[in-house]
Nanobody
Framework: VQLQASGGGLVQPGESVRLSCSAT????????VGWFRQAQGNEREFLAA???????YYSESLKGRITISRDKSVNTVYLEMSNLKPEDTAVYYC????????????????WGQGTQVTVSS
């Protein structure tokens, strides 16, 4: 399965962004899908995941600022992040896997290429 993350770009502080993760094939809609980010010089950080039956699982540090959802009719999982700050600048990745719930990147077997989000005025 190939995942494609999109929706990143240059965003002003305080604004919101909606990222999309799409894939082809039937596996994607049966898998747990997670979002991670990696800022330059930092380790990959778990943000949120959603199960095959729409149950969300959030990082405690970002709970309240992010919302994960999925639309199986278009094989897409979304991540919305609000009140963006410069420290949210990172490459955002989506990944699919069979383990639920988990924030461990190693348990997601399929990864997209990432989309850059830059928060700056």
């Amino acid at each position: 399965v190939q995942l494609q993350a999109s929706g990143g770009g240059l965003v002003q502080p305080g604004e919101s962004v909606r990222l999309s993760c799409s894939a082809t094939g039937r596996y994607f809609n049966t898998a747990a899908v997670g979002w991670f980010r990696q800022a330059q010089g930092n380790e990959r950080e778990f943000l949120a995941a959603i199960s095959w039956n729409f149950e969300p699982y959030y990082s405690e540090s970002l709970k309240g600022r992010i919302t994960i959802s999925r639309d199986k009719s278009v094989n897409t999982v979304y991540l919305e992040m609000s009140n963006l700050k410069p420290e949210d600048t990172a490459v955002y990745y989506c990944a699919a896997g069979n383990t639920w719930p988990t924030s461990a990147a190693s348990l997601y077997g399929h990864w997209g290429q990432g989309t850059q989000v830059t928060v700056s005025s």
